[in-house]
């Protein structure tokens, strides 16, 4: 991750002050016209990426792992159901941080909200993890827009906090290919990919300890929202995301802090 705007860089040095993120300096080939500007240093989580919103969570109540089926709007508030009928609520307002096809199913067509969202475009991406017990790679970290197969190849294994052995790889496919192969099985899908990378960088045969293909079915934006967020002060009810503006962690996190100030003053707080 990195930041352009001065909310955004003041919450990464803060979460690196307090050990859940490093700064990582890669070392780069390829075609960088879509990487971070030269000088600007890039922040990655520690031990993992998700360790950068730990601190949110500090003395909040949550419940994870429950897909919510729907919402629902009485007259003391929002109700959230689950399969098997079970519910929470009342709730004074309802924020949504998901896909827009995932926001639209649970608004409903009920609400204005519905049709901007739906202006918004999504692409599906293919996703590689790869295990590779001995040191193979190049002596390079990060590869970008390397074919019209792979657009983003990273060692994960060098970024500050993980171990270090062997090569652990992420690989991402192009929006349009993944597009094309979104109906393929994962395990030719890795078996592909990992052939693709292979050729691309020239590698000796080997055989990976571990090999992972998953589909983001919404996992790439084509077409941004081109607001900060949407709410319905009415209702109390509103959306946020990457998807919002772009697509990077800048843009989910400036998304979410604009839906919670619209929340927080539609509530008075």
């Given amino acids: 991750m990195y930041a352009r705007d001065g909310e955004f860089r003041s919450y990464l040095t803060e979460v690196s002050r307090l050990g859940y993120a490093e700064r990582w300096s890669p070392r780069l080939v390829g075609n960088t016209s879509h990487a971070i500007p030269p000088g600007d240093p890039w922040i990655v ?58 926001a639209c199913r649970l608004i409903g067509d009920g609400e204005l909200l519905s049709a ?28 970008v827009n390397v074919s019209e197969i792979v657009r983003w190849i990273a060692r994960d294994n060098t970024k500050p906090g993980r171990d270090p052995s062997g090569e652990a790889l992420v690989v991402h496919a192009s ?31 080997v055989r990976p300890s571990r090999k992972l293909a998953y589909l983001w079915t919404q996992g790439v934006v084509d077409r941004a929202l081109g607001q900060t967020h949407l709410y319905s002060p009415r209702s109390r009810i509103g959306v946020a995301g990457d998807w919002c503006l772009g697509s990077f962690a800048e843009h989910a996190f400036t998304s979410g802090r604009h839906l919670g100030k619209a929340i927080a003053a539609s509530l008075g707080a």
């Fill in 45 to 102: 989580g520690k031990p993992g990426m998700s360790s950068t919103v730990r601190p949110l969570a500090d003395n909040v109540r949550m419940t994870t792992g429950r897909r919510v089926q729907s919402l629902e709007l009485r007259d003391n508030g929002w109700h959230l159901w689950f399969a098997g009928e079970a519910s929470v609520g009342p709730f004074e307002a309802v924020a949504l941080a998901v896909p827009p096809a995932e």
């Fill in 116 to 143: 901007r969202l739906a202006t918004v475009r999504m692409l599906p991406c293919w996703a590689l993890m790869v295990r590779i017990d001995d040191q193979k790679f190049p002596e390079q970290d990060v590869f």
């Fill in 175 to 205: 929006p349009a290919w993944s597009l094309a192969a979104e109906k393929v099985d994962a395990e030719d899908v890795a078996e592909e990919l990992w052939s693709e990378v292979g050729e691309i960088l020239d590698l000796s045969p």
